[in-house]
């Protein structure tokens, strides 16, 4: 097993839209969500109008076949599957719901590849309607994060997260985002991690106007095509440097010639898995 732990975000970093929008506005509801919105959080929000699509007279599986049309790049499916060939384990951190997401990944094959989801719990109902609640129960407590919302604190998540892979002999935090939700696990992060901001997008733009606050190295992408390339070369790079790190005594490290595995110039061929330290 590789000493490294991939964390994506969900939407906007694996699948190309925002799942919650993605379903509102194919069920016509954009408006009326918008109107929820500024009077209660996103969250509570998007049960709400769950309920009333449901109330019209919609079935969950037409929710459903909604999410199995989200966009989502071949080169995102490519970079999971290739992740964890390398001995990578793969987690998602999202805001969306268990149902979004897990209709999303089965629907493309891709569920098995991740060992934990930690997001807002969703289920099916006895009458076929759709809940979604708040991963943190802000009704009780807050989580005490002012830059995340009441329902979510990425920041918890990944410091837990960074604290079972540390006890597991894991030495490195890989994680992918886009949103301003992503900011707070980012600054969590080590120098022995490595953040990956979507170019152009909220979490980008935050990083680089506080750049003192991030210790972790930044690796930016723009689209499916150039997160597959990035995250996979940070994993060879760091696969190599561990495999260094455990063959090389201290006092010859500097004289010791160890190279990186170099990635295919083709985008088509993926590297074969690499055997992996124990
Ligand atoms: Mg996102
Ligand atoms: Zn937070």
């Known amino acids: 097993m590789a000493g490294i732990v991939v964390v994506f975000d969900f939407d906007k970093t694996i699948i190309d839209c925002d799942s919650d929008n993605w379903v509102v506005d194919d069920f016509g509801a954009t408006e009326r969500f918008d109107i929820l919105l500024e009077t209660m959080p996103w969250n509570t929000a998007i049960d709400k109008i769950m309920g009333e699509i449901h109330s019209q007279g919609r079935a969950i599986e037409e929710i459903g076949d909604c999410l199995t049309k989200a966009p989502i790049s071949p080169h995102v499916i490519k970079a999971i599957k290739a992740a964890h060939a390398l001995g990578c384990e793969l987690r998602i951190v999202s805001d969306a719901n268990t149902f979004f997401i897990e209709t999303i990944?089965?629907?493309?094959?891709?569920?098995?590849?991740?060992?934990?989801?930690?997001?807002?719990?969703?289920?099916?109902?006895?009458?076929?309607?759709?809940?979604?609640?708040?991963?943190?129960d802000f009704t009780t407590s807050s989580h005490g994060c002012g830059l995340c919302p009441p329902n979510m604190c990425k920041g918890i998540i990944i410091e837990r997260i960074r604290a079972s892979a540390f006890s597991e002999g894991k030495k490195h935090l890989v994680y992918l985002g886009d949103g301003k939700g992503d900011y707070c696990p980012s600054i969590k992060l080590s120098e022995k991690d490595y953040v990956m901001p979507r170019k152009s997008y909220p979490l980008w733009e935050l990083i680089y106007t506080n750049t003192q606050s991030i210790k972790a190295k930044v690796h930016e992408w723009s689209d499916g095509e150039e997160l597959e390339k990035v995250l996979l070369q940070l994993i060879n790079e760091s696969l190599s440097a561990d495999r260094c790190d455990n063959i090389v005594p201290l006092r010859l490290a500097a004289d010791f010639k160890c190279h990186t595995v170099p990635l295919p110039s083709s985008p088509g061929a993926l590297p074969k898995a690499l055997p992996v330290p124990h």
């Open 105 to 136: 990944l089965k629907h493309h094959g891709l569920i098995e590849y991740f060992t934990e989801i930690n997001t807002n719990p969703g289920f099916v109902d006895d009458e076929g309607r759709l809940r979604i609640f708040p991963y943190h």
